[in-house]
């Protein structure tokens, strides 16, 4: 596509719920990124993928989050047992392998844990 | 040692004036200094960026100053404009981590009053 694609846009769950955000990225990008924006934060780094090799999962938080990319394209980004400290805006971005970091990101997902 | 510093955290300039945003860094692996602006709602768009090997480099209203033996880093605009009210953020990365992860400061939220 021409951009990064995120869904849903806007999430809202239930403390204690399952969520899983999806990120389309941009074809051919073989990196791809996921970010997480906490009010009036920067942005923390989640976890990377490229191309086949193993991804940096360095960032996830906690066990409780976990994302996969299927066929060098789509990831999703899973939440389980959705806690209030995760409520956060979730960036995707996607790049051209290692570019330097010329990431181009999609507009997020909001989540928000009630 | 992997933290970027960015500020002011807010800052507001008159139209037609130059709005200035500093950000400092402690790891010298660092190889690679963009610039990323945001709207409400959107996600981040890069705006311009640096390498260590070139003091400063400016694009349209836009200059980077770099000074690495300082480690730190600037975003000046110039003849700022309603339309330049955004958060901004610094990053960097290393290549040497051949992962293309960058790490944000903060963010500086930039208000252009009319």
């Known amino acids: 596509g021409a951009g990064v694609s995120q869904s849903p846009s806007n999430k809202v769950t239930e403390k204690g719920k399952d969520v899983e955000l999806r990120c389309d990225p941009i074809?051919?990008?073989?990196?791809l990124y996921w970010y997480r924006q906490s009010l009036g934060q920067g942005l923390e780094f989640l976890i990377y993928?490229?191309?086949?090799?193993?991804?940096?999962k360095s960032g996830l938080p906690s066990d409780r989050f976990s994302a996969e990319r299927t066929g060098g394209s789509v990831s999703t980004l899973t939440i389980q047992r959705t806690q209030q400290e995760d409520s956060a805006v979730y960036l995707c971005?996607?790049?051209?392998?290692?570019?330097?970091?010329?990431?181009?990101f999609g507009s997020g997902t909001r989540l928000t844990v009630v | 040692q992997q933290q970027v510093k960015q500020s002011p955290q807010s800052l507001i300039v008159q139209k037609g004036g130059i709005s200035i945003i500093n950000c400092a860094y402690e790891?010298?692996?660092?190889?690679?200094f963009p610039w990323y602006q945001q709207f409400p709602g959107k996600g981040p768009a890069l705006l311009i960026a640096?390498?260590?090997?070139?003091s400063e480099k400016k694009e349209g209203r836009f200059t980077i100053s770099f000074n690495k033996s300082a480690k730190q880093f600037s975003l000046h605009i110039m003849d700022s404009q309603p339309g330049d009210s955004a958060t901004y953020f610094c990053?960097?990365?290393?290549?040497?981590?051949?992962?293309?992860?960058?790490?944000f400061g903060q963010g500086t939220t930039l208000q252009v009053k009319p």
């Open positions: 640096i390498r260590p090997d070139v």
């Open positions: 993928f490229q191309g086949n090799s193993a991804p940096d």
């Open positions: 971005a996607s790049s051209l392998e290692w570019s330097g970091g010329g990431y181009t």
């Open positions: 790891n010298t692996a660092f190889d690679y």
């Open positions: 990053a960097a990365s290393s290549a040497a981590s051949n992962t293309g992860k960058l790490i």
């Open positions: 074809s051919g990008h073989t990196a």
